[in-house]
């Protein structure tokens, strides 16, 4: 079969590959969308943590069933999965926090993922598409890092909530904090990201990191209270350790984003506003599911997000542009 391998950073190679074998509590999928993801992007720059090379990227997917033995799916039926494999056993696991299992392998990222014909998976990955489209089920995925980190954050009607970075997840995150009743503010350094902030998302407050004084304008907007709720959607370890300044006295300060490096803030800054840190790791089916109700009633509109669509065939070659902020790349999608 078709296959696309990152063998080191910034290279690709097409290759054929053998059909993997279907065991018992497997499911073979015939792929049909790929959406790339910043985690895609970062493994092809070289600066994604907990990478090995070489691998098969790939996990914001939609496919069609090819074969199954789980109870309620059948072959060609289209589906979308949750790709962080647990192990059901662990802590986490037994505590329902599926999303951080001590073994969890991420599809694409700790094994090889669905840029090719084919992929195998866990059949209790499986997750129906209740009447969405293709393009719809590959945006799933994304959509519910968003509504995790959001559900982590308590997030109230009325609350002001900073969201630092405008990608695809940063977006994700802006769209559950909107829905949830929040009075969003957008954050980047990127003028065009802003810009589709306020004429897609109808997101009303943003900020050019770039060009304003970020802290000044958080306390112009918030009357000087600062946002109760800031959120980090850049994985940037500059911004993220810029961002302790945003926060509101007990405020809460969520980590989406994913860094390298150590973060590093002042302690008695932090203790005298009583902060509170966590981190969001990618999501759970409670938040798939919440995603795909959002999406049925049209709270979000997901074609909004695509940007590039390319064949199968055309990634090795468009893949570097999709790095260019010249570009406006919000989400480029794949056809196999």
């Given at each position: ?44 720059e ?82 129906k ?37 405008a ?36 997101i009303?407050?943003t ?32 911004a993220?350790?810029?961002?302790f ?13 994913l860094q ?66 010249a570009n ?9």
């Open positions: 079969m078709k296959t696309l391998i990152c063998t080191t950073p910034g290279q690709f190679t097409y290759g054929d590959t053998s059909l993997p074998e279907r065991k018992q509590g497997e499911t073979l999928l015939r792929i049909r969308r790929v959406g790339i993801c910043g985690t895609d992007l970062h493994a092809y070289g600066t994604q943590p907990f990478f090995q090379y070489p691998r098969i990227l790939g996990h914001e997917l939609a496919a069609e069933i090819a074969a199954t033995d789980e109870p309620g799916f059948t072959a060609g039926e289209s589906v979308t999965i949750i790709p962080y494999f647990h192990c059901g056993n662990c802590v986490a696991c037994k505590a329902g926090k599926t999303n951080c299992c001590t073994q969890l392998k991420v599809c694409g990222v700790h094994v090889d993922g669905g840029m090719r014909e084919y992929l195998l998976v866990p059949s209790y990955s499986l997750v598409n209740r009447g969405l489209g293709l393009d719809e089920l590959a945006l799933v995925e994304p959509l519910a890092i968003g509504a995790h980190g959001i559900r982590r954050a308590q997030v109230t009607p009325g609350e002001w909530v900073a969201v630092i970075g990608g695809p997840i940063g977006l994700g995150v802006m769209e559950f904090a909107r829905i949830t009743g929040a009075k969003v503010i957008a954050v980047d350094v990127q003028e065009s990201r802003l810009q589709f902030c306020k004429e897609r998302l109808q009303p407050f900020i050019n990191a770039a060009k304003e004084n970020v802290s000044a304008q958080l306390a112009q907007l918030t009357n000087g209270d600062m946002p109760t709720v800031v959120i980090d959607a850049t994985g940037n370890l500059s993220i350790n810029e961002s300044r945003y926060l509101a006295h007990g405020g809460r300060y969520v980590l989406v984003g390298k490096g150590e973060i590093r803030f002042s302690h008695p800054e932090f203790h005298q506003r009583e902060v509170t840190l966590m981190s969001s790791r990618n999501a759970t089916r409670e938040d798939f599911d919440r995603v795909i109700d959002a999406l049925l009633n049209g709270q979000v509109l997901p074609l909004t997000y695509i940007t590039h669509r390319v064949l199968f065939e055309e990634v090795q070659e468009a893949f570097p542009g999709w790095l260019l902020p406006k790349v919000i989400k480029a999608m794949v056809t196999i």
